[in-house]
C-alpha cells in the first residue's frame, strides 16, 4: 500500500491508518450503509439539513458550470447529499460517491471525506494519494464541521472531481463553507441560549450563587462566579454529579432543555417560600418548573428550590400548566375525575398546595400566578418546532404514568404517540435510539425493527437492537404459535 512512495505526512498518516484498519487496495466501490427508504429520514435528522440551501447556494457556481461534485456526509462519513453534473454524478456512483454509501477510511481507505473526518482538519487527496486503485482518476478536498454546541464534528463538506479537473485551492473553498456552516449553527445556538437564560434565570438566582445553568451539552449559560462563564462541564445526566471547573461537585436538576446544577453542600432556605410580584418582562418573576414525564419522583423547583409531589398535586399543577387561564373548580374536578368530582373534593387539595406555595397557586378560577416551565409542555413545543432529536432527548418517559385522571391520561396518550410517530417518521439513527432506551421504547418492537435498518453494519449498538428486537420476536412467536 505505496510503501515505497514519498507522501505529504498526512498522506501518510492516512495510508497508516488504512492499513490498521484491513482496507484493500483492489476494493472498487465504497460500501452501501443506508438504503433509499432510510436516507430521507437521516437527511431529516441531520443538524445540517436546515443550512443545505445555503451551502449549496455557496458552491453551485463550481459544481454545475465544471466537473465537479459537491458532497456532504454526516461525522461517520456517510454521504447523505451531492449535487453535480449529471456525467460527473455517473463517474461517481460507479465508486459509491453518492447518497448512502460509506466514505470513512476504514471503509474505502485515504479520502477527502474520510481522511478529512479522521484528521479533523480539511485535507486534499490528489489521484493516487488514494489507497484504492479504483480512485486514482479522483481528487477530493474535505472539511470536517464541527458542532459549536457539542463541539463534535457532526459532518463533512467534500469537493470532487476527475484528477485533472481538481484544483488544490479547493480546498480553500470547501474550509469557507464549512466555517460558514458553523456560524450559522452557532447563530442558531446563541439564540437558543439567550430564549433559555430569559426562561430560566429565577432559578439561578434562587441559588444565591449555589449553582449554574447549563445546557444539556454541558456548556455554561449562566452562573453565580463569573469565571465559570463561557465554559464547559461533562454532559449532564438526571439526578447524576458533576465536577465543575473549580473541582467541586454539583448535582444536576433537570430544567426541560437546560440543567440547573446545584452545588453540594449548600442549601436554598428552608420554609415556603415568599413570592415575588410577577414581572412582565425581563424574567425577575418567580419561575416555577414541572418534570413530570417518566417513572420517578414528580417534583417542581420553584426559583431553585425543589418540591417532591404527591401524586395529587402533581395532577394539579399539570393541569394548571395545560390552561394557563385557569379553571373553574367544575373543570378542574372534571379533569381529576370525571362526573364522580366535585368542587368540594378540590378544594383541600388546593390549599394544601397553597400552604407550600403560597400566593402562586389563585382562585377564581384557580390558576397559577408565575412563569411556567415544564418539561411535557417542552416536549409538545420542541415537536411543533420540528425538533424531534431534542423532543425524544427531552422524552424520559409518559407523562405521571401512575396517574389515573382522565385529563392526565388524555394528554399521556397524545403526546406518547406523537413523539413515537414523528420518532419513526423523521427520526435518525440517534433519535430512535434515544426513543428505545425510554420506558414506552424499551419494548416497542416496530421502533427496533426501524433502528435495526438504520444503525450501520459496523456500529456497535447494532448488536443490542438485534438481541432485543429478536428477543421481543420469540416472545411474540411463543404467545402466538
Request: proline share 6%.
Amino acid at each position: 500500500m505505496h510503501d515505497r512512495v514519498t507522501a505529504r505526512p498526512p498522506i501518510s498518516a492516512s495510508w497508516r491508518r488504512s492499513r490498521a484498519a484491513g482496507v484493500d487496495a483492489s476494493v472498487q466501490a465504497a460500501p452501501l450503509v443506508f438504503d433509499r427508504d432510510v436516507i430521507a429520514d437521516a437527511r431529516g435528522a441531520h443538524p445540517l439539513e436546515p443550512h443545505l440551501p445555503m451551502l449549496e447556494a455557496l458552491l453551485r457556481g463550481v459544481v454545475d458550470e465544471t466537473e465537479h461534485l459537491m458532497v456532504i456526509s454526516d461525522a461517520d462519513g456517510h454521504v447523505l447529499w451531492t449535487q453535480g453534473p449529471p456525467a460527473v454524478r455517473r463517474a461517481a456512483d460507479a465508486v459509491g460517491l453518492t447518497e448512502g454509501f460509506r466514505w470513512s477510511e476504514d471503509a474505502v481507505g485515504t479520502n477527502g471525506i474520510g481522511t478529512a473526518l479522521a484528521a479533523g482538519r480539511p485535507e486534499y487527496v490528489y489521484a493516487a494519494e488514494h489507497v484504492a486503485h479504483v480512485l486514482h482518476r479522483w481528487s477530493c478536498a474535505g472539511a470536517p464541521i464541527v458542532d459549536p454546541d457539542s463541539a463534535r464534528v457532526i459532518g463533512c463538506i467534500d469537493v470532487s472531481a476527475t484528477a485533472r479537473a481538481l484544483h488544490p485551492a479547493a480546498v480553500a473553498l470547501v474550509t469557507a463553507a464549512a466555517r460558514l456552516a458553523e456560524s450559522r449553527l452557532e447563530n442558531a445556538m446563541l439564540a437558543r441560549d439567550e430564549r433559555l437564560r430569559e426562561r430560566l434565570l429565577p432559578h439561578l438566582r434562587g441559588l444565591e450563587g449555589a449553582g449554574l445553568l447549563v445546557t444539556a451539552t454541558g456548556r455554561v449559560l449562566a452562573a453565580g462566579a463569573a469565571e465559570w462563564r463561557g465554559l464547559r462541564v461533562a454532559a449532564p445526566e438526571p439526578g447524576g454529579t458533576v465536577t465543575l471547573p473549580d473541582g467541586r461537585t454539583a448535582v444536576a436538576e433537570p430544567l426541560g432543555e437546560a440543567f440547573l446544577l446545584r452545588l453540594r453542600g449548600r442549601r436554598a432556605g428552608a420554609g415556603v417560600p415568599r413570592p415575588r410580584a410577577v414581572a412582565k418582562s425581563g424574567g425577575d418573576g418567580p419561575l416555577l418548573t414541572l418534570s413530570f414525564l417518566g417513572d420517578g419522583q414528580p417534583h417542581a423547583l420553584l426559583d431553585g428550590r425543589r418540591f417532591d409531589l404527591t401524586l395529587r398535586h402533581a395532577e394539579i399543577l399539570a393541569l394548571l400548566a395545560l390552561h394557563p387561564r385557569g379553571l373553574s373548580g367544575d373543570r378542574l374536578s372534571f379533569h381529576l375525575y370525571g362526573d364522580v368530582g366535585s368542587p368540594a373534593t378540590v378544594r383541600p387539595e388546593i390549599h394544601r398546595l397553597r400552604r407550600r406555595f403560597g400566593g402562586l397557586v389563585r382562585a377564581r378560577p384557580y390558576r397559577l400566578d408565575c412563569a411556567v416551565e415544564a418539561d411535557f409542555r417542552t416536549v409538545r413545543r420542541l415537536l411543533d418546532e420540528g425538533d424531534v432529536a431534542g423532543a425524544v432527548r427531552l422524552y424520559g418517559g409518559e407523562l405521571l404514568p401512575r396517574s389515573d385522571a382522565p385529563a392526565i391520561r388524555a394528554e399521556r396518550d397524545e403526546l406518547a404517540v406523537r413523539v413515537r410517530r414523528q420518532a419513526l417518521e423523521r427520526g435518525g439513527a440517534d433519535t430512535l435510539w434515544a426513543y428505545v432506551q425510554t420506558e414506552p421504547g424499551h419494548a416497542d418492537l416496530e421502533v427496533l425493527e426501524r433502528l435495526r435498518t438504520v444503525l450501520p453494519a459496523g456500529d456497535p449498538r447494532r448488536a443490542a437492537v438485534a438481541s432485543r428486537s429478536d428477543r421481543l420476536l420469540g416472545a411474540e412467536t411463543r404467545q402466538h404459535p
